[in-house]
């Protein structure tokens, strides 16, 4: 059976917090504030040039247009055009969307631009401030919905919200390049990170240690291909709805042992940490409601060995988890630059 219990192990397993934008009060004092209350503090900040920017209409169509490549430019108003005040309240509005673990993985992966812009010397193309934020509407009485979206390189948060509830959380995506901080970074060059951190380590090592758990005849029926794909299926598709299930979705649940399954739970938990408290339940009730973890299947793609290309998916009726990590860091280094997303199937953005 699914529960929150497990989650304290991958809370207290989160690495320090990196520090990216400029003044504010701590995550912990940010997550006071209710999303709508954060979000209207935040556009009280905002000059008209900037509310023309920021807001958009509900039904603008670039509400699904998500992708985690370094683009020029997106949608919104990014931390650079904000002053220290105003990146206060995004931070704010951030920490009232998700949880505490979803909150420092946002900024971890935000400073990890700071590493490549060091790396590739480019700090015009990796900057930590070019991340924006999109309201869809604003938070209003009449219960209609509003949505917002926080998007950079390596990051996209998406969430449909009526009053101070969201009703609608993904794609939910992070992203680390590099994987793994490479000897070569110099002591001290970026604050808070060191060589060999791993922001999505317990992710990566989650499926490594089913995988590696299975019998010859389980991985037989879980690893689908040998094949790498080069990245995650999804991105820049809009409201994407995968494949039906089959067999390429690889090993059930059921045909898991209990220690099996409990390592599918870690992968289940971690993927879905990022959401406040409420909403985790309500997707873990909904995985329930659907089997549990027995009519999860879990597919392996790629090499089954750490430093060369592999992923891994987690589906099931109400649930699309997939991690890649197939791309070689900036230093040529393979198998170190890793994605990872979390799809409602027929239910991202919301839309059916």
Request: net charge negative; aromatic share 6%; glycine share 8%.
């Amino acid at each position: 059976m699914l529960t929150l219990r497990p989650l304290a192990v991958i809370l207290s397993a989160a690495t320090a917090c990196f520090a990216v934008w400029a003044g504010g009060v701590g995550a912990q004092d940010e997550r006071a504030a209710a999303p709508s209350v954060a979000a209207d503090a935040f556009l009280q900040t905002l000059d008209p040039d900037q509310l023309k920017t920021a807001v958009l209409p509900p039904a603008d169509p670039s509400r699904l247009d998500w992708h985690f490549i370094p683009k020029p430019t997106r949608k919104g108003l990014p931390l650079k055009e904000m002053s220290d005040e105003q990146r206060t309240a995004a931070r704010t509005l951030l920490a009232a969307l998700i949880s505490a673990t979803g909150y420092e993985r946002a900024e971890q992966v935000m400073t990890l631009e700071s590493v490549v812009a060091l790396l590739e010397k480019d700090p015009v193309k990796r900057d930590p401030l070019k991340y924006y934020f999109t309201l869809f509407g604003r938070p209003n009485d009449a219960g209609e919905p509003w949505a917002v979206s926080v998007e950079g390189h390596h990051l996209s948060l998406n969430f449909l919200m009526k009053g101070n509830e969201a009703i609608a959380s993904t794609p939910l995506f992070y992203g680390a390049n590099p994987a793994t901080v490479p000897d070569t970074l110099p002591k001290g060059a970026v604050a808070g990170v060191e060589a060999g951190d791993r922001i999505l380590s317990d992710a990566e090592d989650a499926g490594f240690k089913l995988l590696d758990s299975l019998t010859d005849a389980q991985r037989k029926v879980a690893h689908v291909d040998p094949a790498l794909p080069r990245e995650i299926r999804s991105a820049g598709k809009g409201a994407w709805t995968p494949p039906a299930m089959s067999e390429q979705d690889g090993l059930r649940g059921v045909k898991m042992t209990p220690p099996q399954r409990e390592n599918l739970e870690q992968i289940v938990l971690w993927h879905l940490a990022p959401l406040p408290e409420a909403e985790r339940a309500e997707k873990l009730a909904a995985l329930e409601q659907a089997g549990g973890l027995r009519e999860l299947r879990f597919a392996w793609l790629g090499a089954t060995e750490p430093g060369v290309g592999h992923a891994y998916r987690v589906r099931g009726p109400s649930l699309l988890i997939e991690f890649v990590n197939s791309q070689p860091d900036s230093f040529g280094n393979p198998a170190n630059h890793a994605h990872a997303v979390v799809h409602t199937p027929d239910g991202d953005f919301g839309v059916e």
